[in-house]
């Protein structure tokens, strides 16, 4: 199984390309490490933490930053069950994060602040998925 953490270069160049001054949600899909996996040195490494708790850390410490740029979780949840996908693909959780737009994103993820914040994130996280929409209106139909 291939897993995902950071962004490619490919797919990089894709969000960046798309347009940056309308809104964009961000769904984040999480699963998470039985025991987190920090770099030798680093000031939680041997504490014995669980991914689910070094993510804990990073929202903790990139928290400011996101708020300050204007971002907020829009929607959070616990993963259940695979309804439609492959059976073995899990998620611990899921949320999605609303930014003003795509430039308050990279200026969340260029501060020194949030650069250092996100290596817990990194020493967390088994896998992940973060997929970039453009909001749209709800409703009560699907279409």
């Given at each position: 199984?291939?897993?995902?953490?950071?962004?490619?270069?490919?797919?990089?160049e894709?969000?960046?390309?798309?347009?940056?001054?309308?809104?964009?949600?961000?769904?984040?899909l999480?699963l998470?490490r039985?025991?987190?996996?920090?770099?030798?040195?680093?000031?939680?490494?041997?504490?014995?933490?669980?991914?689910?708790?070094?993510y804990?850390?990073?929202?903790?410490?990139?928290g400011?930053?996101?708020?300050?740029v204007?971002?907020?979780?829009?929607?959070?949840?616990?993963?259940?069950?695979?309804?439609?996908?492959p059976?073995?693909r899990v998620?611990?959780?899921?949320?999605?994060?609303?930014?003003?737009?795509?430039?308050?994103?990279?200026e969340?993820?260029?501060?020194p602040?949030?650069?250092?914040?996100?290596?817990?994130?990194t020493?967390?996280?088994v896998?992940?998925?973060?997929?970039?929409?453009?909001?749209?209106?709800?409703?009560?139909?699907?279409?």
């Amino acid at each position: 199984m291939t897993t995902y953490i950071d962004p490619s270069r490919e797919t990089f160049e894709a969000f960046k390309a798309l347009p940056r001054d309308t809104p964009i949600h961000m769904l984040n899909l999480l699963l998470y490490r039985e025991e987190a996996d920090y770099p030798a040195g680093h000031e939680h490494a041997g504490k014995g933490w669980s991914g689910r708790r070094a993510y804990e850390e990073y929202g903790r410490t990139s928290g400011p930053i996101f708020a300050r740029v204007g971002g907020s979780i829009v929607w959070r949840g616990t993963f259940e069950t695979m309804v439609t996908g492959p059976a073995d693909r899990v998620w611990h959780d899921g949320f999605v994060a609303q930014y003003p737009n795509a430039d308050a994103f990279f200026e969340m993820i260029k501060d020194p602040e949030y650069q250092r914040a996100v290596v817990n994130r990194t020493a967390a996280l088994v896998d992940s998925r973060l997929v970039r929409f453009a909001p749209g209106e709800g409703g009560s139909t699907f279409g």
